[in-house]
């Protein structure tokens, strides 16, 4: 069954309203790769989802950065997954690295939110990855396995669901996992997926790659075998952003 590529971009903490309307104007006009090639899902901070929302081409998606693990009410701060599928958001961000170290997300937390947010009726991209003292030590993979354990326990149907591994020590440090690397991991998280969850879900989830990619090392990536597309971070905010949503490409040619 052929993986159909996807392309996240995860805003992060940035943007003015100005600055948003600019980038949702350069996505519009891009000439970009058909729905049935890739699918491009944009993550802008909570405030501008329904400008975003309201404004980006149909063809492309849009997904909140995070919500909260249970049904909204006396948790100020938070927004509920029933609150994004009001607005009519089909995606959501969970686990992002950024959440697990500096907000103490643990992994049976973060696979509490995706089988919430799953039974709510959105889309998860389900973040996992090692820093760089765990893959120093070794243990990429059992960090990995845990993190995407926590979430298997909790979920029976995957086909909402897109794994992003995103090692913590190629986030914004310029530093890129090498395609070699990135393909072994994937590997891996594909065979545990076989092994524990099923054959059928382990040849249909996507595995997308996160960590300073770029419209220059995007191509050589995505032709990995089990790189079925990327999260990306900073580039997603500049005109690069279209470079790399072009790099599905490499798997129609492949």
Same mark, same amino acid.
């Given at each position: 069954?052929?993986?159909?590529?996807?392309?996240?971009?995860?805003?992060?903490?940035?943007?003015?309203?100005?600055?948003?309307?600019?980038?949702?104007?350069?996505?519009?006009?891009?000439?970009? @790769?058909? &729905?049935?090639?890739?699918? %491009?899902?944009?993550?802008?901070? /909570? =405030?501008?989802?329904?400008? =975003?929302?309201?404004?980006?081409?149909?063809?492309?998606?849009?997904?909140?950065?995070?919500?909260?693990?249970?049904?909204?009410?006396?948790?100020?701060?938070?927004?509920?997954?029933?609150?994004?599928?009001?607005?009519?958001? @089909?995606?959501?961000?969970?686990?992002?690295?950024?959440?697990?170290?500096? #907000?103490?997300?643990?992994?049976?937390?973060?696979?509490?939110?995706?089988? /919430?947010?799953?039974?709510?009726?959105?889309?998860?991209?389900?973040?996992?990855?090692?820093?760089?003292? &765990?893959?120093?030590?070794?243990?990429?993979?059992? =960090? %990995?396995?845990?993190?995407?354990?926590?979430?298997?326990?909790?979920?029976?149907?995957?086909?909402?669901?897109?794994?992003? /591994?995103? @090692? %913590?020590?190629?986030?914004?440090?310029?530093? =890129?996992?090498? @395609?070699?690397?990135?393909?072994?991991?994937?590997?891996?998280?594909?065979?545990? #997926?076989?092994?524990?969850?099923?054959?059928?879900?382990?040849?249909?989830?996507?595995?997308? /790659?996160?960590?300073? %990619?770029?419209?220059?090392?995007?191509?050589?990536?995505?032709?990995?075998?089990?790189?079925?597309?990327?999260?990306?971070?900073?580039?997603?905010?500049?005109?690069?952003?279209?470079?790399?949503?072009?790099?599905?490409?490499?798997?129609?040619?492949?």
């Amino acid at each position: 069954m052929a993986r159909k590529f996807f392309v996240g971009g995860n805003w992060k903490c940035n943007g003015t309203a100005e600055e948003v309307k600019k980038i949702v104007n350069t996505l519009n006009e891009a000439q970009v @790769p058909s &729905q049935d090639v890739v699918e %491009v899902v944009v993550s802008p901070p /909570y =405030v501008f989802l329904p400008l =975003v929302k309201s404004t980006l081409r149909s063809d492309f998606h849009v997904a909140a950065q995070n919500c909260w693990v249970k049904k909204g009410g006396a948790f100020t701060g938070e927004v509920s997954a029933e609150m994004l599928v009001n607005l009519d958001i @089909p995606w959501v961000i969970l686990g992002h690295s950024e959440r697990r170290a500096l #907000l103490n997300e643990t992994n049976e937390f973060v696979g509490d939110k995706v089988a /919430y947010a799953l039974a709510q009726g959105l889309s998860v991209i389900a973040c996992v990855g090692e820093t760089l003292e &765990q893959r120093e030590a070794g243990s990429t993979m059992d =960090v %990995v396995a845990a993190q995407t354990k926590a979430i298997a326990d909790r979920v029976s149907n995957w086909s909402k669901v897109v794994i992003a /591994y995103e @090692p %913590v020590w190629a986030i914004g440090t310029g530093k =890129v996992a090498s @395609p070699a690397q990135a393909q072994e991991v994937h590997d891996e998280l594909r065979k545990w #997926l076989a092994k524990n969850v099923s054959a059928d879900v382990a040849a249909s989830t996507r595995i997308i /790659y996160g960590g300073s %990619v770029n419209g220059g090392n995007c191509k050589e990536l995505g032709g990995q075998a089990d790189v079925d597309g990327f999260l990306v971070g900073g580039a997603s905010l500049k005109p690069e952003f279209i470079d790399i949503i072009k790099a599905a490409e490499v798997k129609k040619s492949a």
